[in-house]
């Protein structure tokens, strides 16, 4: 049973930066897919990121060039570095793991494992 637990969020300004982790129990192999998704309120859940075995990445068109995922196998963390952000990144944001490899980088959130969440606020 894999654990997820994120943290890191917070109320930050428009423009501000945030990094979020999730940590998890040993979590790695040629099958490793990890995820961020985000959801507010009133709205579905949306995907933010990707990142495969081979650290390839894909990312939501809405935050391009803002955000990185990355990993540090060694802590068993997964990360969200979010920069430059907007009112429009307010949300619940959620880690998850465990998809097909073929779908990682894919959109879709047929994961088998997800967190808890961490709440991400921006204000003017």
Not at 9 to 15: K, L, M, P, R, T
Not at 44 to 51: F, L, N, S, Y
Not at 101 to 121: F, K
Request: charge should be negative; include cysteine; charged fraction near 20%.
């Amino acid at each position: 049973q894999l654990q997820l637990k994120e943290s890191g969020g917070g109320s930050v300004q428009a423009g501000g930066s945030l990094r979020l982790s999730c940590a998890h129990s040993q979590y790695t192999g040629s099958n490793y897919c990890m995820a961020w998704f985000r959801q507010a309120p009133g709205k579905e859940r949306e995907g933010v990121a990707q990142i495969d075995s081979d650290d390839n990445t894909n990312f939501a068109d809405s935050v391009k060039g803002r955000f990185t995922i990355s990993r540090d196998n060694a802590k068993n963390t997964l990360y969200l570095q979010m920069n430059n952000l907007k009112l429009e990144d307010t949300a619940m944001y959620y880690c998850a793991a465990d998809r097909p490899a073929d779908l990682c980088l894919t959109p879709g959130d047929e994961y088998n494992y997800w967190g808890q969440g961490t709440q991400v606020t921006v204000s003017e």
